[in-house]
């Protein structure tokens, strides 16, 4: 089954404390790409990758970094997580070759105390 | 700079009834419109696609137009049924990095 994977699919944490939220796709998409909902904003877009090795800052990459080492792998890493962190993360893969539609990986809701 | 605005933000509707939810964008240069449904607790998943050159598409009880010189996309659906009780949302692909930029949704629930 075509799918995107995160984990944890949720978290509490405390400010500062290191976290990593890993996604993973098994359709060999080149894009990958994470967002981030909340309430009124919508989903904005934090970080992206087109391919291996190459990654790129979104709407909103503050506080966050990412990698991209393997094709199915993107995880999401914040090195100091503070409270306005708090939020609805969402991981997302797309194939290059058509212009079709992005799949969505179930979310991580994260809690930063 | 792409804006994305959704109305109504909620809506409550009976069983049965046919209803449109809107979205609008405020540049005309897109690659392409998206419809996701959202359910609490789960991901979104892709309803329709609509590519820049085409004007809608159509999917069991679903329809969703797009009218690119207004900056509009509706989408319609036909004999609503309490399963169709979620978020949805549209989002636009502005250019070749395939960002999407999404509006806020609209919540809907189908009352039995």
């Known amino acids: 089954e075509a799918q995107v994977t995160q984990n944890p699919r949720y978290l509490i944490t405390v400010t500062g404390k290191k976290l990593t939220v890993t996604c993973s796709q098994n359709m060999n998409h080149e894009y990958m790409s994470w967002y981030r909902q909340d309430p009124g904003l919508g989903l904005r877009q934090i970080y992206y990758s087109m391919n291996v090795e190459v990654t790129d800052k979104g709407d909103v990459p503050e506080g966050y970094k990412v990698s991209r080492k393997e094709k199915r792998n993107f995880p999401l890493i914040l090195e100091s997580p503070s409270p306005n962190q708090t939020s609805l993360y969402f991981c997302a893969s797309q194939g290059t070759a058509t212009r079709g539609t992005q799949y969505f990986g179930p979310g991580t809701r994260l809690l930063v105390l | 700079k792409q804006e994305v605005t959704q109305i109504p933000a909620a809506l409550s509707v009976p069983e049965g009834e046919n209803l449109v939810l809107n979205c609008s964008f405020t540049?005309?240069?897109?690659?392409?419109l998206q419809w996701f449904r959202q359910d609490p607790g789960k991901g979104l998943t892709s309803l329709l696609l609509?590519?820049?050159?085409?004007r809608e598409q159509t999917s069991g009880r679903l329809n969703a137009s797009l009218d690119k010189s207004s900056g509009r996309s509706t989408l319609y659906i036909a004999a609503s049924q309490p399963g169709d009780s979620a978020t949805y949302l549209c989002a636009v692909a502005v250019d070749s990095s395939y960002k999407l930029i999404f509006g806020s949704g609209t919540r809907l629930l189908v009352r039995p």
């Open positions: 540049d005309s240069a897109i690659y392409n």
């Open positions: 609509i590519q820049s050159s085409q």
